[in-house]
């Protein structure tokens, strides 16, 4: 079946501006995350959803960054006043509820990441 | 603070040759363990992963891990690496009360034909 999609693939912007990041997960994928990964490093955790609620946004910087789910599924991560060093792929994932709550046996398969470039 | 650490940046083998990758984590408790690759251009795919039972676990494409709890220690290895192993490994651990992955830094594998 279809993985886990993101939009755009890339996106050029200047410092100052706004800009939305989309993911759609695996349908039926109930918990959906954003990570960030900078040149050279591994990704870095922003934010994780179950369903429609924010369950943990622990790594989101500051208050610039702001992501939702409005319907359970798709999620669209936003950065308000970008600055250069917002610069890197940010990445989403998403997987199914772990039987076991939050102990269970979870995989979080990824999407192919936004490329987002702040000039 | 929790981390994973991968001590091998950037590793360059000949095909055939043996490969090991490291990967340690500053957890205690329960984790749960992962090996994720990334070919060049492509997005991030789970090589295998570890929840509980046997240590040694085998994932695709010939890759195996094994978890020693007590040496915090989750190392990749392949018997025998191919061209087409070149890519990027990441190793992630999943700590204990947590559904977030934390990644070490990854370390890039050249196979040279």
């Known amino acids: 079946g279809a993985g886990v999609s993101q939009t755009p693939s890339n996106k050029v912007t200047e410092k100052g501006k706004y800009v939305e990041l989309r993911c759609d997960p695996i349908s039926g994928h109930t918990a959906l995350y954003w990570y960030r990964q900078s040149l050279g490093q591994g990704p870095e955790f922003l934010i994780y959803f179950q369903g429609t609620g924010a369950a943990d946004d622990s790594g989101l910087p500051n208050d610039r960054f702001f992501a939702v789910r409005p319907e359970g599924s798709v999620s669209t991560l936003k950065i308000q006043r970008t600055e250069r060093g917002d610069s890197a792929v940010y990445l989403c994932?998403?997987?199914?509820?772990?039987?076991?709550?939050?102990?269970?046996?979870?995989?979080?398969?990824f999407g192919p990441g936004t490329r987002l470039l702040v000039l | 603070a929790q981390s994973v650490s991968q001590h091998n940046h950037h590793v360059i083998l000949s095909e055939a040759a043996s490969l090991e990758l490291g990967c340690n984590y500053s957890?205690?408790?329960?984790?749960?363990l992962f090996w994720y690759v990334q070919y060049p251009g492509q997005h991030l795919q789970l090589l295998l992963k570890y929840f509980s039972g046997d240590p040694l676990v085998k994932g695709i494409k010939g890759f195996e891990a094994e978890f020693i709890k007590s040496k915090f220690s989750f190392n990749l290895r392949k018997p025998s690496v191919q061209w087409s192993d070149t890519a990027e490994y990441f190793c992630?651990?999943?700590?204990?009360?947590?559904?977030?992955?934390?990644f070490g830094s990854g370390t890039r594998l050249q196979v040279q034909p």
């Open positions: 994932a998403s997987s199914l509820r772990p039987s076991g709550g939050i102990t269970g046996e979870e995989t979080q398969y």
């Open positions: 992630a651990v999943r700590g204990p009360g947590r559904r977030a992955l934390t």
């Open positions: 957890y205690g408790g329960t984790v749960n």
